[in-house]
Structure formats: C-alpha cells, structure tokens
C-alpha cells in the first residue's frame, strides 16, 4: 500500500488546508473503511465542516472541544449555528480538560514552575507540528469519554487555533493508556508552525 503526506507551506492557509484535510479523510475512510475521525473544534465549525463532507451513516465522527473554563482563556466563541448543526446531525461535540496539557499539569506548572511528565511529552510532539499534538490529544480525549473505542484504528485531525492541518492515523486509547496509543501515518502537516 501507498500513501502519501501533504505538507502545508503555511499554517496561515486556514480554510485551504481544512479542505484538503477533509478531503484526505474522506479518502482514506473510503478505501480503508476507517470507521471513527476525531477532530479538534473549539467553536464547532471545523466539526461541522467534516460533518456536511463526510458519510455520517459509515463514519462515526466526533469533534472535541477544550473544557469550557478554558473558552475565556483563549477567547473562544462557540458558533450557535454550527452547534446546531452538529446536533441535528448526531455529532457529539465534546467539552474536556487537554489530555497532555490542561487540569492539573497546567496548575502544577503554574504553582511549581516545572514541566509534569504529560508536558514533556506534549512538547515532544509539538517538535512535530502544534497539529500532532493536538491530534493526540483528542484522540485520547474521545477515548476518554467513551465516544470512540480504544484500540482500534481512527483518524485524528488537529491544528493551530483554527481550522485543521494535521491527520494522522493512529491505534487508539484513552490518556490511561497514553502509551498504548500508536501513530501508524501522518497523512497531512505543516512544514512550519
């Protein structure tokens, strides 16, 4: 089997490189019958965008948000029409603390100044792209709720404040079980954060 990786020259390409993350996924659900897409959407819209693109009958999409004491924080303002579209189309848009990097690794490295083991490897990944992270992260973050099975093959999709650059396909698991978690293709990035 071959595959290939976009990489993006920009990250400042916002709704260019949404489109064709969302076009690669589509196309990787359709050839290898990958059943479950996670993908990072703080105001609903890039859920919403995956949502009007993809098979919902086949695929089980979930959009994951970070936890609503985080929305003021980073200045984020739900989209009440992509909300609603998301609930009319039977997909979650899940709320929930940063599985590498909010609730108690930010408090500790607040109070304490020092990095918690969940930041280091937060960071790691960023060596990456901040999209990588933020893919495992909500990976890990579906498990977690229960919206996706751990263990099995999915693709997940991150970014940088807005829109989606990053897709990966990956072997799933809640951030328990952070290390069992395997990324098996990057299938999208930016050359540059």
């Known amino acids: 089997?071959?595959?290939?990786?976009?990489?993006?020259?920009?990250?400042?390409?916002?709704?260019?490189?949404?489109?064709?993350?969302?076009?690669?996924?589509?196309?990787?659900?359709?050839?290898?019958?990958?059943?479950h897409v996670i993908v990072a959407s703080n105001t609903g819209r890039t859920a919403a965008q995956f949502a009007r693109g993809l098979d919902l009958e086949r695929v089980?999409?979930?959009?994951?948000?970070?936890?609503?004491?985080?929305?003021?924080?980073?200045?984020?303002?739900?989209?009440?029409?992509?909300?609603?579209?998301?609930?009319?189309?039977?997909?979650?848009?899940?709320?929930?603390?940063?599985?590498?990097?909010?609730?108690?690794?930010?408090?500790?490295a607040a109070k304490f100044q020092g990095a918690p083991p969940s930041v280091l490897i937060a960071h790691t990944l960023y060596m990456f792209c901040q999209g990588m992270k933020v893919a495992v992260e909500v990976a890990c973050m579906a498990c977690d709720h229960g919206?996706?099975?751990?263990?099995?093959?999915?693709?997940?999709?991150?970014?940088?404040?807005?829109?989606?650059?990053?897709?990966?396909?990956?072997?799933?698991g809640g951030s328990a079980e952070l290390f069992d978690v395997k990324i098996l293709k990057v299938l999208a990035k930016p050359l540059q954060d």
Do not use: W
């Not at 970014?159 to 799933?172: A, E, F, M, Y």
């Open 147 to 172: 919206f996706v099975p751990t263990g099995v093959q999915a693709l997940a999709c991150g970014g940088n404040s807005s829109g989606t650059n990053t897709v990966i396909l990956l072997k799933t």
């Open 60 to 108: 089980n999409l979930v959009g994951i948000k970070m936890a609503a004491s985080r929305d003021a924080v980073y200045k984020i303002e739900p989209d009440e029409q992509a909300y609603a579209y998301l609930k009319q189309a039977g997909v979650p848009l899940v709320g929930g603390v940063h599985a590498l990097t909010g609730g108690v690794p930010t408090a500790v």
């Open 1 to 35: 089997m071959e595959d290939r990786c976009v990489y993006f020259e920009t990250i400042e390409t916002r709704a260019e490189n949404t489109a064709q993350c969302l076009q690669i996924v589509k196309e990787v659900c359709d050839r290898d019958g990958i059943e």
